[in-house]
C-alpha cells in the first residue's frame, strides 16, 4: 500500500491542519506505510502572501486551478508505478488499489472530484465554517465568497468515498448537514501532534524564565507570582479569548490574589488589550506567542490549571495535551469536550462565565481537587496515542481498497 496525504496551501498558515498533515506522514512511515504529502504550491500567492483581498484570490489560482494539475499528474506517475502490468506510454493507466488518496483537511474536500477513480477519504475536523456560511453560527458571518467556499467543501465531502470525524460530536454534524449514507462516515479520534509528557520541573523554570523576558504582558518584564492559569488558542472567534479575560477579571475582583494569566498563542486584538486596560489587567496579564512545542510542554506542566471556554470546537487539541502534562482542565460542556475528556475534566455552559470564575477561584483554592484532576487526566490523555490513531487509519485504508477492488 502507498499513500498519498493532501495537505494544506502554505499561505493559509492553518498551522494546526499542517500538524495534523505531518504527523499523518512521520506516523505512516513509522508503521511501515510507503507515504508522500503534497500540498498546493504558491505561485501566484507568491506575488502578495494575504489570507485576504488580491493574495486570497491569487491563492485561489493556486490551489482550485493549478493543483488539480499537479494531483493528476502525481496520481499518474504513482499509478504507473503501482500497476502490476506495464503500459505503454498512450496506454490510460488503471489506478492500482494498492494506493489510497487521504485528503488531511476537510477543506480541501472539493479535491474529490478528481479521486472518484482511486480509493480516497477525508479526514473531517468540524463543520464550524459550513455551519457558520449556512447561518447557524451568528458570532461568525459569512460573506458571498466564502459561502460559495463552504458549498464546494460540502459538495467535496458528500463526493468522498469515506470521510473520517475526529470526534462523535463532528460525525453528528456531517450526517445532518451532509448527504452521505452512514455506512461511509466514521469516527477516528486525533491522536497527539508531539509527544507531551510532564516536564521536569527545574527544566520547565528554566524555560518559563526566558519565555517571560520576552513576553509581553503589558511590556512588564516583572516574573509571574507563584503559580499561573492557562489558556492557549489563536483569535478565532470560537477560541472566546474575550471570554477568558472577563472569567479572569470576575476571578480578581472576587480574589484579588488569583495568580496571574498566561495566554499563550496569537498576540492580543485590539479589543482584547483594551479590555486589559480598562480592567487594570496590564501587570496580570501576559501574552506569549510564538511558542514551540517544548516551551507549551513546559507552560502546560507548571500552569495551575488550564482555562479553556470555547464556543464551538471540532475537538480542542490544547484539552488532552495540558492533560498530557498533568495540567488540570476547566473547560466549557459542549461537545466535543465530555467525550475527549471522559469525566475528567471540570466543565461549565461557556456563557456562565460566573461559574467559571467561581470554579476556577475553587479550584486553585483545593489543591487536593487539582491533584485528583491531574490523576485523571494523565490517564486519559493516553487513550489519544498517535500510534493508534495511525493504525485506525491504516484499518480504513485496507476497508476502502477491498471496497474498491469489490467495485472494479
Same mark, same amino acid.
Given at each position: 500500500?502507498?499513500?498519498?496525504?493532501?495537505?494544506?496551501?502554505?499561505?493559509?498558515?492553518?498551522?494546526?491542519?499542517?500538524?495534523?498533515?505531518?504527523?499523518?506522514?512521520?506516523?505512516?512511515?513509522?508503521?511501515?506505510?510507503?507515504?508522500?504529502?503534497?500540498?498546493?504550491?504558491?505561485?501566484?500567492?507568491?506575488?502578495?502572501?494575504?489570507?485576504?483581498?488580491?493574495?486570497?484570490?491569487?491563492?485561489?489560482?493556486?490551489?482550485?486551478?493549478?493543483?488539480?494539475?499537479?494531483?493528476?499528474?502525481?496520481?499518474?506517475?504513482?499509478?504507473?508505478?503501482?500497476?502490476?502490468?506495464?503500459?505503454?506510454?498512450?496506454?490510460?493507466?488503471?489506478?492500482?488499489?494498492?494506493?489510497?488518496?487521504?485528503?488531511?483537511?476537510?477543506?480541501?474536500?472539493?479535491?474529490?472530484?478528481?479521486?472518484?477513480?482511486?480509493?480516497?477519504?477525508?479526514?473531517?475536523?468540524?463543520?464550524?465554517?459550513?455551519?457558520?456560511?449556512?447561518?447557524?453560527?451568528?458570532?461568525?458571518?459569512?460573506?458571498?465568497?466564502?459561502?460559495?467556499?463552504?458549498?464546494?467543501?460540502?459538495?467535496?465531502?458528500?463526493?468522498?468515498?469515506?470521510?473520517?470525524?475526529?470526534?462523535?460530536?463532528?460525525?453528528?454534524?456531517?450526517?445532518?448537514?451532509?448527504?452521505?449514507?452512514?455506512?461511509?462516515?466514521?469516527?477516528?479520534?486525533?491522536?497527539?501532534?508531539?509527544?507531551?509528557?510532564?516536564?521536569?520541573?527545574?527544566?520547565?523554570?528554566?524555560?518559563?524564565?526566558?519565555?517571560?523576558?520576552?513576553?509581553?504582558?503589558?511590556?512588564?518584564?516583572?516574573?509571574?507570582?507563584?503559580?499561573?492559569?492557562?489558556?492557549?488558542?489563536?483569535?478565532?472567534?470560537?477560541?472566546?479569548?474575550?471570554?477568558?479575560?472577563?472569567?479572569? $477579571? !470576575?476571578?480578581? @475582583?472576587?480574589?484579588?490574589?488569583?495568580? *496571574?494569566? #498566561?495566554?499563550?498563542?496569537?498576540?492580543? %486584538?485590539?479589543?482584547?488589550?483594551?479590555?486589559?486596560?480598562?480592567?487594570?489587567?496590564?501587570?496580570?496579564?501576559?501574552?506569549?506567542?510564538?511558542?514551540?512545542?517544548?516551551?507549551?510542554?513546559?507552560?502546560?506542566?507548571?500552569?495551575?490549571?488550564?482555562?479553556?471556554?470555547?464556543?464551538?470546537?471540532?475537538?480542542?487539541?490544547?484539552?488532552?495535551?495540558?492533560?498530557?502534562?498533568?495540567?488540570?482542565?476547566?473547560?466549557?460542556?459542549?461537545?466535543?469536550?465530555?467525550?475527549?475528556?471522559?469525566?475528567?475534566?471540570?466543565?461549565?455552559?461557556?456563557?456562565?462565565?460566573?461559574?467559571?470564575?467561581?470554579?476556577?477561584?475553587?479550584?486553585?483554592?483545593?489543591?487536593?481537587?487539582?491533584?485528583?484532576?491531574?490523576?485523571?487526566?494523565?490517564?486519559? $490523555? !493516553?487513550?489519544? @496515542?498517535?500510534?493508534?490513531?495511525?493504525? *485506525?487509519? #491504516?484499518?480504513?485504508?485496507?476497508?476502502? %481498497?477491498?471496497?474498491?477492488?469489490?467495485?472494479?
Amino acid at each position: 500500500m502507498r499513500v498519498l496525504l493532501i495537505g494544506n496551501y502554505p499561505h493559509d498558515a492553518q498551522e494546526s491542519m499542517q500538524r495534523f498533515a505531518a504527523m499523518m506522514l512521520s506516523g505512516l512511515e513509522a508503521a511501515g506505510i510507503t507515504a508522500e504529502l503534497i500540498v498546493p504550491t504558491p505561485c501566484f500567492g507568491r506575488f502578495k502572501r494575504s489570507g485576504t483581498g488580491l493574495g486570497k484570490w491569487l491563492g485561489y489560482i493556486d490551489k482550485f486551478l493549478l493543483f488539480p494539475i499537479l494531483l493528476r499528474k502525481k496520481l499518474s506517475t504513482l499509478n504507473f508505478q503501482l500497476s502490476p502490468q506495464h503500459h505503454g506510454l498512450l496506454a490510460e493507466p488503471r489506478i492500482s488499489t494498492r494506493l489510497v488518496v487521504h485528503i488531511c483537511d476537510h477543506s480541501n474536500a472539493f479535491y474529490t472530484r478528481y479521486l472518484q477513480d482511486v480509493p480516497h477519504v477525508v479526514t473531517c475536523h468540524d463543520l464550524l465554517a459550513v455551519r457558520s456560511a449556512r447561518g447557524e453560527v451568528p458570532e461568525n458571518p459569512t460573506r458571498w465568497s466564502g459561502r460559495q467556499l463552504q458549498e464546494m467543501v460540502a459538495k467535496g465531502l458528500a463526493r468522498a468515498q469515506h470521510v473520517a470525524c475526529d470526534s462523535e460530536a463532528t460525525q453528528r454534524d456531517v450526517h445532518r448537514l451532509i448527504s452521505l449514507p452512514k455506512d461511509r462516515v466514521s469516527v477516528i479520534s486525533i491522536g497527539f501532534n508531539y509527544p507531551y509528557s510532564p516536564m521536569p520541573e527545574p527544566e520547565a523554570r528554566s524555560r518559563i524564565k526566558s519565555l517571560s523576558e520576552s513576553a509581553t504582558p503589558t511590556n512588564n518584564p516583572a516574573s509571574p507570582r507563584p503559580g499561573f492559569i492557562l489558556h492557549v488558542g489563536g483569535n478565532q472567534w470560537y477560541k472566546n479569548r474575550l471570554g477568558v479575560l472577563r472569567i479572569y $477579571a !470576575r476571578a480578581v @475582583a472576587t480574589n484579588p490574589a488569583t495568580p *496571574n494569566l #498566561v495566554m499563550a498563542g496569537k498576540p492580543f %486584538t485590539a479589543e482584547m488589550e483594551s479590555y486589559i486596560a480598562a480592567y487594570h489587567l496590564l501587570e496580570r496579564v501576559r501574552s506569549i506567542e510564538g511558542c514551540g512545542n517544548e516551551d507549551l510542554r513546559a507552560i502546560y506542566s507548571l500552569a495551575d490549571l488550564l482555562l479553556f471556554p470555547s464556543l464551538a470546537e471540532g475537538f480542542g487539541w490544547p484539552v488532552i495535551e495540558a492533560q498530557a502534562c498533568g495540567c488540570p482542565v476547566l473547560c466549557s460542556s459542549i461537545e466535543p469536550f465530555p467525550e475527549v475528556t471522559l469525566g475528567t475534566a471540570c466543565m461549565h455552559e461557556p456563557a456562565d462565565e460566573p461559574g467559571f470564575a467561581a470554579e476556577l477561584l475553587r479550584l486553585l483554592a483545593q489543591p487536593d481537587a487539582r491533584r485528583a484532576l491531574t490523576t485523571q487526566g494523565l490517564a486519559n $490523555a !493516553r487513550r489519544f @496515542a498517535p500510534a493508534t490513531m495511525v493504525a *485506525n487509519y #491504516v484499518e480504513c485504508y485496507d476497508q476502502l %481498497t477491498r471496497h474498491f477492488t469489490r467495485r472494479l
